[in-house]
């Protein structure tokens, strides 16, 4: 050792040597001391000398570079001086602490060769005794024959007591048991094993197998002893938990047991790997048998919480997840509070308590799995990712676990994902059963006759948009409860289910409409029930408003969903505009030939039919009260397009060519008049919303009669010009029309005229342009031959 510590001293010596002669520059001056270096290379010193001349040459003239700095030249030198003796100093003071260093690395060399020496010298002795033991080992046979003679005397012997009253120990050891006194019956039975085990050792250093066997059978209740022991140790390992609330002395019992046979198969193992010999029944592992039962325990504690079955009670499921988790929760309580304190730390039991309800769980869920149906998805996933990760179960305030102490996932995410597709697929097609007997029974009711419902404030609707949106809401609140993954996917299959309703809503809403025009006389409320339709498609949009603002949260930036909601009031607001049109096809159906009648030869003289449609109109307008302001201004919005889309088409179908100025003055203002007639009308019914005015199409009606009146065919070109500059969509032959009505225009002048005004042929050749009530007016092609 002392070698060892020198030469390590004097290498570490070395080193510095080596480091400090590296950084030293010597040179040489009059006068003074000198520290010479062994320099391999002498023209490196000169080099160095001539760079320190040539630095200090420079570092002096920077300081001297003024006349009045040559005064204080002294006081340069000295401090140069001080600077200069402090680097001597040091340098001094480092090259003592190292030959002090390599002084003491001599010492300690010189210790080492003593001591060498020593080592030596005793060295050759000892090789010259080794010389003589093979000799005394022959003559020493005798004796190591007696002696393990003696030894084996010395163990029969010792083992005398459990050889010849074997039957009387065993006897007692089972008496122990039964009474529950199973630490001395584990110490008898210990006693036993290690008489035969040392025994059958002696048996096996001589080779007789004979006698081995011969003993093993005399020891054969041993081993039944210990089989006996092991069962009463089971039985209280899988009563662990009650036995920790009653009993946990015996609990600890167990477990000193347990701990003791390990001890004892680690020693029984390590005597095999010396000797090679190895006891009957070794290793016994109860520890590992300890943790198999444990885990039998909780998953028969799992497999008893299961009180029904389906056929008993529907929510079977809800009230078996529910018992499971007041079980685990109680246990795990009990494990951490009365458990940990009888267990060994290394058994680490509440974690190991955890893993086993974990995976036992997880078991008992997958098998189940197969088995569910309807709303048992929602409720095994809501449970699963919520509940049991949630504060009413492993993050519960009195279990207080660590967040590593919990385990991550329950079920795997391909086992969840087959839930929520199976769960969708499920709910799918609920969803076209609902759907397809809400609509029959709402289609059976347009058939009756009795009217639909009515709210507070008298508009008709029936209960279909409420019924769809409550199956929709208890659907997503139910998916709430899982995540807002499933949320965003019941969304999205949600909305397809409405849009779907909305597309075989209307589809039986066009045959309801085809069928009474069939034959009027078979329902006696379509009015009522297509103002119905109408006030349930603004609800479906409404509702569907609501539901974006309740669940669009877990939708947002999702252009797929954006879309389908889109589509589904689009849906309806196409529906909606349908059922407008027909609601009002019902009353112009009666009005059509009044309408023929208009701006004809006995119209001049008769207000019998502007006087017939108002009149008619209003009695329908009252059923229409009925409808919801928005719809009720909508559909007026359509009746007065569509009157006065049949007041123009009216005009512009040459039922009457005027003979003279005072015809056409007084049919100019016959239409003025009956237009003004047909706006009260709107009016009184209070169809017209303020600020509107500009855009009504009555307005088109009055441009017209202007055009009827003009007395001078020059200043007619000048209007035409104006009229065409509002009504840019107007067309050739419709202008030719209203032209023809005139009386004073021939048909090649008529051609000309509307060919100067307009020039294409077509409104749609001459490119995009704002359209007007023209746009909608559709006169016969073979009017006229342009």
Same mark, same amino acid.
């Given at each position: 050792?002392?070698?060892?510590?020198?030469?390590?001293?004097?290498?570490?010596? @070395?080193?510095?040597?080596? +480091?400090?002669?590296?950084?030293?520059?010597?040179?040489?001056?009059?006068?003074?001391?000198?520290?010479?270096?062994?320099?391999?290379? @002498?023209?490196?010193?000169?080099?160095?000398?001539?760079?320190?001349?040539?630095?200090?040459?420079?570092?002096?003239?920077?300081?001297?570079?003024?006349?009045?700095?040559?005064?204080?030249?002294?006081?340069?030198?000295?401090?140069?001086?001080?600077?200069?003796?402090?680097?001597?100093?040091?340098?001094?003071?480092?090259?003592?602490?190292?030959?002090?260093?390599?002084?003491?690395? @001599?010492?300690?060399?010189?210790?080492?060769?003593?001591?060498?020496?020593?080592?030596?010298?005793?060295?050759?002795?000892?090789?010259?005794?080794?010389?003589?033991?093979?000799?005394?080992?022959?003559?020493?046979?005798?004796?190591?024959?007696?002696?393990?003679?003696?030894?084996?005397?010395?163990?029969? %012997?010792?083992?005398?007591?459990?050889?010849?009253?074997?039957?009387?120990?065993?006897?007692?050891?089972?008496?122990?048991?039964?009474?529950?006194?199973?630490?001395?019956?584990?110490?008898?039975?210990?006693?036993?094993?290690?008489?035969?085990?040392?025994?059958?050792?002696?048996?096996?250093?001589?080779?007789?197998?004979?006698?081995?066997?011969?003993?093993?059978?005399?020891?054969?209740?041993?081993?039944?002893?210990?089989?006996?022991?092991?069962?009463?140790?089971?039985?209280?390992?899988?009563?662990?938990?009650?036995?920790?609330?009653?009993?946990?002395?015996?609990?600890?019992?167990?477990?000193?047991?347990?701990?003791?046979?390990?001890?004892?198969?680690?020693?029984?193992?390590?005597?095999?790997?010396?000797?090679?010999?190895?006891?009957?029944?070794?290793?016994?592992?109860?520890?590992?048998?300890?943790?198999?039962?444990?885990?039998?325990?909780?998953?028969?504690?799992?497999?008893?919480?299961?009180?029904?079955?389906?056929?008993?009670? !529907?929510?079977?499921?809800?009230?078996?997840?529910?018992? @499971?988790?007041?079980?685990?929760?109680?246990?795990?309580?009990?494990?951490?509070?009365?458990?940990?304190?009888?267990?060994?730390?290394?058994?680490?039991?509440?974690?190991?308590?955890?893993?086993?309800?974990?995976?036992?769980?997880?078991?008992?869920?997958?098998?189940?799995?197969?088995?569910?149906?309807?709303?048992?998805?929602?409720?095994?996933?809501?449970?699963?990712?919520?509940?049991?990760?949630?504060?009413?179960?492993?993050?519960?305030?009195?279990?207080?676990?660590?967040?590593?102490?919990?385990?991550?996932?329950?079920?795997?995410?391909?086992?969840?994902?087959?839930?929520?597709?199976?769960?969708?697929?499920?709910?799918?097609?609920?969803?076209?059963?609902?759907?397809?007997?809400?609509?029959?029974?709402?289609?059976?009711?347009?058939?009756?006759?009795?009217?639909?419902?009515?709210?507070?404030?008298?508009?008709?609707?029936?209960?279909?948009?409420?019924?769809?949106?409550?199956?929709?809401?208890?659907?997503?609140?139910?998916?709430? %409860?899982?995540?807002?993954?499933?949320?965003?996917?019941?969304?999205?299959?949600?909305?397809?289910?409405?849009?779907?309703?909305?597309?075989?809503?209307?589809?039986?809403? /066009?045959?309801?409409?085809?069928?009474?025009?069939?034959?009027?006389?078979?329902?006696?409320?379509?009015?009522?029930?297509?103002?119905?339709?109408?006030?349930?498609?603004?609800?479906?949009?409404?509702?569907?408003?609501?539901? #974006?603002?309740?669940?669009?949260?877990?939708?947002?930036?999702?252009?797929?969903?954006?879309?389908?909601?889109?589509?589904?009031?689009?849906?309806?607001?196409?529906?909606?505009?349908?059922?407008?049109?027909?609601?009002?096809?019902?009353?112009?159906?009666?009005?059509?030939?009044?309408?023929?009648?208009?701006?004809?030869?006995?119209?001049?003289?008769?207000?019998?039919?502007?006087?017939?449609?108002?009149?008619?109109?209003? &009695?329908?307008?009252? &059923?229409?009260?009925?409808?919801?302001?928005?719809?009720?201004?909508?559909?007026?919005?359509?009746? #007065?397009?569509?009157?006065?889309? !049949?007041?123009?088409?009216?005009?512009?179908?040459?039922? =009457?060519?005027?003979?003279?100025?005072?015809?056409?003055?007084?049919?100019?203002?016959? =239409?003025?008049?009956?237009?003004?007639?047909?706006? +009260?009308?709107?009016?009184?019914?209070?169809?017209?919303?303020?600020?509107?005015?500009?855009?009504?199409?009555?307005?088109?009606?009055?441009? =017209?009669?202007?055009?009827?009146? =003009?007395?001078?065919?020059?200043?007619?070109?000048?209007?035409? /010009?104006?009229?065409?500059?509002?009504?840019?969509?107007? %067309?050739?032959?419709?202008?030719?029309?209203?032209?023809?009505?005139?009386?004073?225009?021939?048909?090649?002048?008529?051609?000309?005229?509307?060919?100067?005004?307009?020039?294409? %042929?077509?409104?749609?050749?001459?490119?995009?342009?704002?359209?007007?009530?023209?746009?909608?007016?559709?006169?016969?092609?073979?009017?006229?031959?342009?």
């Amino acid at each position: 050792m002392r070698i060892y510590l020198a030469v390590n001293a004097l290498i570490n010596i @070395m080193k510095k040597w080596r +480091r400090v002669k590296s950084m030293l520059i010597v040179k040489a001056r009059p006068g003074n001391s000198i520290w010479y270096l062994p320099f391999d290379n @002498m023209s490196r010193i000169s080099n160095a000398e001539a760079a320190s001349r040539a630095k200090a040459v420079e570092r002096i003239a920077a300081l001297i570079q003024r006349p009045d700095q040559l005064e204080r030249v002294e006081e340069f030198r000295k401090r140069e001086a001080r600077k200069k003796a402090s680097k001597e100093a040091m340098l001094k003071t480092a090259l003592q602490s190292q030959l002090e260093g390599v002084q003491r690395g @001599m010492e300690l060399l010189k210790q080492a060769r003593i001591d060498l020496e020593k080592v030596g010298k005793h060295t050759v002795e000892i090789q010259k005794w080794l010389k003589d033991v093979p000799a005394h080992a022959k003559e020493l046979q005798e004796i190591r024959e007696e002696s393990f003679l003696h030894s084996q005397l010395v163990m029969a %012997t010792d083992n005398m007591n459990n050889i010849f009253n074997i039957n009387k120990n065993l006897e007692k050891a089972h008496s122990l048991i039964n009474e529950g006194n199973l630490l001395h019956a584990h110490i008898m039975l210990s006693e036993l094993e290690t008489s035969r085990d040392e025994l059958l050792f002696e048996l096996f250093r001589m080779g007789n197998r004979t006698e081995q066997t011969m003993l093993l059978d005399y020891f054969s209740d041993v081993e039944k002893l210990s089989d006996s022991l092991k069962r009463q140790l089971t039985l209280n390992l899988k009563r662990t938990i009650n036995i920790a609330r009653k009993q946990p002395a015996v609990l600890v019992t167990t477990l000193r047991i347990i701990e003791r046979e390990e001890k004892a198969d680690a020693l029984a193992m390590q005597r095999t790997d010396i000797s090679g010999f190895k006891p009957p029944g070794r290793p016994k592992k109860w520890k590992n048998h300890a943790f198999e039962i444990l885990e039998s325990s909780v998953t028969e504690r799992l497999e008893a919480c299961q009180l029904e079955s389906r056929d008993e009670n !529907k929510m079977w499921l809800v009230r078996y997840l529910e018992v @499971m988790r007041q079980l685990i929760l109680e246990d795990v309580l009990v494990v951490k509070s009365l458990c940990v304190p009888c267990f060994p730390p290394s058994y680490d039991i509440l974690q190991r308590y955890v893993n086993m309800y974990h995976g036992c769980l997880s078991k008992l869920l997958e098998e189940c799995i197969s088995g569910l149906e309807g709303y048992e998805f929602i409720s095994l996933l809501a449970w699963v990712l919520n509940t049991y990760l949630g504060p009413d179960l492993l993050k519960n305030a009195d279990l207080d676990l660590q967040p590593e102490q919990i385990p991550k996932k329950l079920l795997s995410d391909a086992v969840v994902q087959d839930l929520k597709k199976k769960y969708l697929a499920n709910i799918d097609g609920k969803y076209r059963s609902w759907r397809m007997n809400t609509l029959s029974k709402e289609v059976e009711e347009w058939w009756k006759n009795s009217s639909p419902q009515s709210d507070s404030d008298s508009h008709f609707h029936t209960e279909a948009p409420i019924i769809i949106f409550k199956m929709v809401d208890e659907n997503l609140r139910l998916a709430e %409860t899982v995540s807002t993954e499933l949320v965003q996917e019941m969304l999205l299959l949600s909305l397809d289910m409405i849009r779907a309703y909305g597309q075989s809503y209307e589809n039986e809403v /066009h045959d309801f409409k085809s069928k009474y025009f069939e034959d009027r006389s078979k329902v006696q409320n379509f009015t009522q029930f297509i103002i119905a339709v109408v006030n349930n498609c603004l609800n479906f949009m409404e509702l569907a408003h609501q539901t #974006k603002d309740k669940y669009w949260k877990s939708a947002v930036g999702d252009s797929e969903a954006a879309h389908r909601f889109e589509n589904v009031l689009k849906t309806f607001e196409n529906l909606r505009e349908k059922a407008a049109e027909y609601l009002l096809d019902e009353a112009f159906e009666d009005l059509e030939p009044h309408f023929q009648e208009l701006v004809t030869r006995n119209w001049l003289k008769s207000r019998t039919a502007v006087d017939t449609i108002c009149v008619t109109l209003e &009695d329908y307008f009252q &059923d229409y009260f009925h409808l919801k302001q928005k719809n009720f201004e909508l559909v007026m919005s359509h009746g #007065k397009k569509l009157v006065a889309k !049949k007041y123009l088409l009216a005009v512009m179908s040459r039922k =009457v060519s005027f003979k003279n100025q005072d015809e056409r003055r007084e049919a100019s203002e016959k =239409v003025v008049h009956e237009v003004a007639q047909i706006r +009260r009308l709107f009016e009184r019914v209070g169809a017209t919303p303020q600020g509107k005015q500009s855009a009504c199409p009555f307005n088109a009606i009055d441009a =017209v009669s202007e055009l009827i009146k =003009v007395e001078d065919l020059d200043i007619l070109s000048l209007e035409l /010009h104006s009229f065409i500059k509002h009504y840019p969509d107007l %067309t050739k032959e419709q202008l030719m029309a209203i032209l023809s009505l005139r009386g004073d225009i021939g048909r090649f002048d008529l051609k000309q005229k509307a060919s100067e005004i307009i020039p294409g %042929t077509t409104a749609i050749q001459r490119g995009p342009i704002p359209l007007s009530i023209f746009s909608q007016v559709q006169i016969p092609p073979s009017l006229f031959n342009v």
